[in-house]
């Protein structure tokens, strides 16, 4: 059984950094390409990034609002994704979900940027 | 990036109806490869994301057969012949042909 388990998300002030990880199981870690996207309060799904397989290159990607802020990556060691997160403002305020390539997703995490 | 459009945005469906539900796409999503990559997802009430069609048509693991996903190039259709109660929620598509992958707005289903 896949298995995805985001921790690590909270309330921080806008300016502030935070770290979400990510806990996978279930299946091949180390040749899946990762994704998060994430979910704003009663809003739709919007893709944040990607890390490919290290096999593949582990080249990532990222959506141009979280481009120079947001660090994608990967503990293939403890099949573990990362995702952290800089210079927070209110619209980064969602909860966060991890993704095997774009099968299955984790629970997700909330982070809340708030003064 | 890719634009995605999705008709309608709201959907009241009598259970053991039929239902549809339509997803365009700005640009092509056929790849030089032969596959299309379109998604189909429901987020279920207070879940997450679940994964129902892949590649258009392709019924994921564990996805009742009353599910079926069709279409190409740009504009795709997801049908739900029979609509249980367990169905309702908000439907996405996603194309993944271009980074940045991005999601239509989403179609929510409720029982009449």
């Known amino acids: 059984e896949v298995r995805l388990v985001e921790s690590g998300g909270g309330l921080v002030k806008p300016g502030e950094s935070l770290r979400l990880s990510c806990a996978a199981s279930g299946f091949t870690f180390t040749s899946a390409w990762m994704s998060w996207v994430r979910q704003a309060p009663g809003k739709g799904l919007e893709w944040v990034g990607r890390?490919?397989?290290?096999?593949?290159?582990?080249?990532?990607d990222y959506a141009a609002p979280v481009k120079g802020r947001f660090t994608i990556s990967r503990d293939d060691s403890k099949n573990t994704l990362y995702l952290q997160m800089s210079s927070l403002t209110t619209e980064d305020t969602a909860l966060y979900y991890c993704g095997n390539s774009y099968y299955y997703w984790g629970q997700g995490a909330l982070v809340t940027v708030s003064s | 990036d890719i634009v995605m459009t999705q008709t309608p945005l709201s959907l009241s469906v009598t259970p053991g109806q039929p239902a549809s539900i339509s997803c365009k796409s700005s640009?092509?999503?056929?790849?030089?490869?032969?596959?299309?990559?379109l998604y189909w997802y429901l987020q279920k009430p207070g879940q997450s994301p679940q994964l129902l069609i892949s590649?258009?048509?392709n019924r994921f693991s564990g996805v009742p057969d009353r599910f079926s996903g069709s279409g190409s190039g740009t504009d795709f259709t997801l049908k739900i012949s029979r609509v249980e109660a367990e169905d309702v929620g908000v439907y996405y598509c996603m194309q993944s042909i271009q980074v940045p992958p991005t999601f239509g707005p989403g179609t929510r289903v409720d029982i009449k």
């Open positions: 640009q092509s999503l056929l790849h030089r490869n032969g596959k299309t990559y």
């Open positions: 590649e258009a048509s």
């Open positions: 890390i490919k397989s290290e096999s593949d290159g582990g080249t990532v």
